[in-house]
T-cell receptor
Framework: DIQMTQSPSSLSASVGDRVTITCRAS??????LNWYQQRPGKAPNLLIY???SLQSGVPSRFSGSGSGTDFTLTISSLQPEDFATYYC?????????FGQGTKLEIK | QVQLQESGPGLVKPSGTLSLTCTVS?????????WSWVRQPPGKGLEWIGE???????NYNSSLKSRVILSVDKSKNQFSLKLSSVTAADTAVYYC?????????????WGQGTTITVSS
């Protein structure tokens, strides 16, 4: 099974900050890397698929990059509604493992 | 607009079988997509359970494979999860989701989730 490791596990930041979250796969997954946002009590919401493609309706301040084993999610200017937990997930093969999550909190 | 809705009993007894159904609207269960189950124990992260294709093809999380059965009902546009021999560790919010072929099989549509508690 492919393991996904996110860092950091938690992060404190302020409105307007630029934030980067990293996800590393235990083996190459090409560009089969997806990012989700989950707010408390809600279902996850797809932000980025295929490592860098922005899902329809997602603000352009979100961006993704990477290929192979190393990937990043960047939020260019944090907004109040961005404070949530973020998960990476690979869809290169099965099982389609998630990272452990990164909780983004207000500083 | 594609929507998914989970249904099933909220409480399951230990050693029993958890049964959930996901009803799909706005898309055909017989499309090219895969149909998935994901769970989230209280205060923890997301765990992929497995996925099914309308053709009957299935893929499972190896840690749950011996206890999970996924099925599809094309006539009702639904897919279902059965998890046997449940314990308290299976207490979680269970989500169904669409794994979209067009999006590298990312899960682009999710149900709202249903809370399952395993308790006597």
């Amino acid at each position: 099974d492919i393991q996904m490791t996110q860092s950091p596990s938690s992060l404190s930041a302020s409105v307007g900050d630029r934030v980067t979250i990293t996800c590393r796969a235990s083996q190459s997954i090409s560009r089969y890397l997806n990012w989700y946002q989950q707010r408390p009590g809600k279902a996850p919401n797809l932000l980025i698929y295929g490592a860098s493609s922005l899902q329809s309706g997602v603000p352009s301040r979100f961006s993704g990059s990477g290929s192979g084993t190393d990937f990043t999610l960047t939020i260019s200017s944090l907004q109040p509604e961005d404070f949530a937990t973020y998960y990476c997930q690979h869809s290169f093969s099965t099982p389609r493992t998630f990272g452990q999550g990164t909780k983004l909190e207000i500083k | 607009q594609v929507q998914l809705q989970e249904s099933g009993p909220g409480l399951v007894k230990p050693s029993g079988t958890l049964s959930l159904t996901c009803t799909v609207s706005g898309d055909s269960i017989s499309s090219i997509n895969w149909w998935s189950w994901v769970r989230q124990p209280p205060g923890k992260g997301l765990e992929w359970i497995g996925e099914i294709h309308y053709s009957g093809g299935t893929n499972y999380n190896s840690s749950l494979k011996s206890r999970v059965i996924l099925s599809v009902d094309k006539s009702k546009n639904q897919f279902s999860l059965k998890l046997s021999s449940v314990t308290a560790a299976d207490t979680a919010v269970y989500y169904c989701a669409r794994g979209a072929f067009s999006y590298f099989y990312a899960m682009d549509v999710w149900g709202q989730g249903t809370t399952i508690t395993v308790s006597s």
